[in-house]
């Protein structure tokens, strides 16, 4: 009764304001994803150009997400938050006068996406980093199973509606709710505690930014790559994500043209997906305490690609909407169990580095799967569902065993993970 009441125990006064800021970016977030591509198409008719906006959305995840890491572990990662909040706020605020005054062209809307995205790195790696110092890492997959699914909400429910009702009636006014949002994130991000600003600051070499930079880019990939857990895990979880960006790669022309959804349902379809991604972050943690994380990742992986390869086996509407929940309630369920094992593992002084490492690779090779969907489509709308699903299932197949002997959380604490040492304290 004791372990059922504690499990139930509010998270605290801290992460409640570091949920409430992520919510209030994720609301702001969500209106600039929809409204980017929309003001794009009202600019110019190259598709080029318009799927530009997409192009400068996700590569700075490539180019900056090691530097801007290494940034992480050197700085308040409060400060971080606000300056990335209010800084967003001053580009949205600048984007609706260009849009009113009429001198918005296609280029500085690329531009505006591109600096979006770099701050959104900025933001998004503070958040992640800071759980770890303000929670007991027994509590870190309930709390990332709380940021994930409210983000999920937010992003994918709330924002796209709230914006196309927004664009409806004026281009100002969901620019200026964007901005106003990320003020508020900004001024929360001031009321968490000292302890939410990282522990990494008393590294004196580091505080005095003495440390050289070259050294530092390299320190995430080091620490993972001795790290006889994250090395494994990272070269799976690639592997993996190259073969659910196949399989999404031409997703919205199966959907269209192979199973005959019409293009006005096309948005509820997703909304399927959607429920099924939220409704993975609420049964996470149970699960996870039930069955533990590593019984939990195997199955659940396995399970999502699956989903995908019934999808293409058998493409019939009602099919594919019960798999799209799967597969995306099962990544879910994978992505609050992978960044709450991350944070377990991962020294706090080290967690922007490591991150930044960790989703370079990741975030880098999905456009290759991408692009090898495309060429598999042209063999039939279902190959790529088929070739990406079946090559995950077989590796996920081989690495079923290692998933399965991955620890929780809170026994990463107790010595019995055996602790690499850090990288920083090799020779230079």
Request: hydrophobic share 55%; proline share 6%; with cysteine.
């Amino acid at each position: 009764m004791n372990e059922d009441r504690s499990r139930r125990r509010p998270l605290g006064p801290a992460f409640r304001t570091l949920l409430t800021a992520n919510v209030s970016a994720s609301l702001a977030d969500g209106i600039a994803r929809t409204a980017f591509p929309l003001l794009a198409a009202r600019l110019t008719d190259d598709p080029l150009l318009v799927s530009g906006i997409a192009v400068a959305s996700n590569l700075p995840w490539l180019l900056f997400a090691i530097p801007l890491g290494v940034v992480l572990d050197r700085v308040d990662r409060r400060r971080a938050m606000a300056f990335a909040g209010a800084l967003r706020a001053g580009v949205a605020v600048t984007l609706a006068v260009l849009a009113a005054t009429g001198t918005l062209t296609i280029w500085l809307l690329l531009g505006v996406a591109l600096v979006y995205a770099t701050l959104e790195i900025l933001y998004d790696g503070a958040v992640r980093a800071i759980p770890p110092a303000i929670l007991p890492r027994r509590e870190l997959p309930r709390a990332n199973a709380r940021i994930e699914g409210a983000e999920i909400v937010i992003q994918q429910f709330l924002s796209g509606p709230i914006t196309s009702w927004l664009l409806a009636l004026s281009v100002l006014v969901p620019l200026i709710t964007g901005a106003g949002a990320y003020v508020i994130a900004a001024l929360l991000a001031f009321l968490l505690p000292v302890a939410a600003a990282g522990a990494h600051r008393g590294s004196s070499e580091e505080a005095r930014g003495l440390a050289p930079w070259r050294r530092d880019l390299t320190t995430g990939y080091r620490f993972i790559r001795g790290h006889h857990i994250l090395w494994p895990l990272w070269l799976l979880s690639v592997v993996i994500g190259v073969c659910h960006a196949t399989v999404m790669s031409t997703f919205v022309l199966y959907v269209l043209d192979e199973l005959r959804v019409p293009e006005a349902w096309y948005g509820s379809f997703l909304l399927v997906g959607a429920a099924g991604a939220f409704l993975g972050t609420v049964v996470a943690p149970p699960l996870q305490r039930r069955f533990h994380t590593g019984p939990v990742l195997a199955f659940i992986n396995l399970l999502g690609l699956i989903a995908w390869l019934a999808m293409g086996l058998w493409p019939h509407a009602a099919v594919a909407a019960v798999c799209v929940a799967v597969a995306w309630g099962s990544t879910a369920v994978w992505n609050v169990h992978i960044m709450s094992l991350r944070q377990s593992l991962i020294p706090g002084h080290l967690l922007g580095r490591v991150h930044g490492t960790w989703r370079t690779l990741l975030w880098g090779a999905m456009p290759v799967g991408s692009l090898l969907g495309g060429l598999l489509a042209r063999g039939g709308l279902t190959v790529p569902l088929l070739a990406g699903a079946g090559v995950g299932v077989i590796v996920s197949l081989v690495g079923y065993r290692f998933l399965t002997r991955l620890p929780d959380p809170d026994d990463t604490a107790t010595g019995s993970i055996e602790q690499v040492r850090d990288p920083d304290d090799a020779p230079a």
